[in-house]
Nanobody, 120 residues
């Protein structure tokens, strides 16, 4: 199973950016999925997550400008960031939890991250 984020890059402050997460490889079942971010020099932190039944939870710091959406099977989760400001500069990571087969235990898969740099 491979998880790959896309959509990052250099963006102007004030704009909106949409990050996508692509999952490839066979998974028997996908459970929770989520987005994390790691600003420069800081710890990785949760942005938000969604359950298999599409219940979405946001971290308190992310409620105003972040929107998580469950999409299709190939790109199961996306993250939209609106009103971009300098504080949005970070490496953004997608994580997918699930079962590789009906006989395996649960596992978490992480992508390498996509870098968002906001400039004024």
């Amino acid at each position: 199973v491979h998880v790959v984020e896309s959509g990052g890059g250099f963006v102007q402050a004030g704009g909106t950016l949409r990050l996508s997460c692509r999952v490839s490889g066979d998974m028997f079942a996908i459970g929770d999925m989520g987005w994390y971010r790691q600003p420069p020099g800081k710890e990785r932190e949760l942005v938000g997550s969604t359950t298999a039944r599409s219940y979405i939870h946001y971290a308190d710091s992310a409620k105003s400008r972040f929107t998580i959406t469950r999409d299709n099977d190939e790109n199961p989760i996306s993250l939209e960031i609106s009103s971009l400001n300098i504080e949005a500069t970070a490496q953004y990571y997608c994580t997918v939890s699930g079962f590789v087969s009906e006989f395996s235990g649960p596992a978490d898969f992480w992508g390498p991250g996509t870098l968002v740099i906001v400039s004024t």
